[in-house]
T-cell receptor
């Protein structure tokens, strides 16, 4: 079992550019969540995807968008990058069970640097 | 809204000494509580979780945590720390709302182990 995988590992962009990060969930999982972890901070919830739809969103602007594919993998897109978007982006996968907070398994993250 | 407070930003202990990391949460309902560990440049690894039942939960690597509803606390403990325990530790509360669930993290406690 490969666990949660993310690509790329590191990424450098300039202000105003757009970026796409990718995540493959753990085998058997159908739900993907994305978190942003700024330096020295705890992860902050961006959004969660299930059945190819965004079903919960944190306090992030519309510049942050996502997608989930039929194979449950997911992408996080960020438009109009600014310096404050520099962070470690973590993907977590879980198995959806109604009314239950199932354990989320985290990937190693993508380190995004915006210059 | 839910929140998590980890009062100690940095803690230093000697190898072999006992450890307690503090965590206080705010949430209106019965919480799902988690402790994660993050090594430098890595993703998050789950140490233990509390959903219900016995308030003293055992985790991996010899860690345990005690849920105290009256104090809104979920402190992490280890009787004897090993040098390999040096890492950052995050407490999190899991919530289920509508169709989704998310984790809300504290700001973390950086553990240093002196040999």
């Amino acid at each position: 079992d490969a666990g949660v995988t993310q690509s790329p590992t590191h990424l450098i962009k300039t202000r105003g550019q757009q970026v796409t990060l990718r995540c493959s969930p753990k085998s058997g999982h159908d739900t993907v969540s994305w978190y942003q972890q700024a330096l020295g901070q705890g992860p902050q919830f961006i959004f969660q995807y299930y059945e190819e739809e965004e079903r919960q969103r944190g306090n992030f602007p519309d510049r942050f968008s996502g997608h989930q594919f039929p194979n449950y993998s997911s992408e996080l897109n960020v438009n109009a990058l600014w310096l404050g978007d520099s962070a470690l982006y973590l993907c977590a996968s879980s198995l959806a069970v109604a009314g239950i907070h199932n354990e989320q398994f985290f990937g190693p993250g993508t380190r995004l640097t915006v210059l | 809204a839910q929140s998590v407070t980890q009062p100690d930003i940095h803690i230093t202990v000697s190898e072999g000494a006992s450890l307690e990391l503090r965590c206080n949460y705010s949430y209106g309902a019965t919480p799902y509580l988690f402790w994660y560990v993050q090594s430098p440049g890595q993703g998050l690894q789950l140490l233990l979780k509390y959903f219900s039942g016995d308030t003293l939960v055992q985790g991996i690597k010899g860690f345990e945590a005690e849920f105290k509803r009256s104090q809104s606390s979920f402190n992490l403990r280890k009787p004897s720390v090993h040098w390999s325990d040096a890492a950052e530790y995050f407490c999190a509360v899991g919530t289920v709302t509508g169709g989704g669930n998310k984790l809300t993290f504290g700001t973390g406690t950086q553990l240093k182990v002196e040999l």
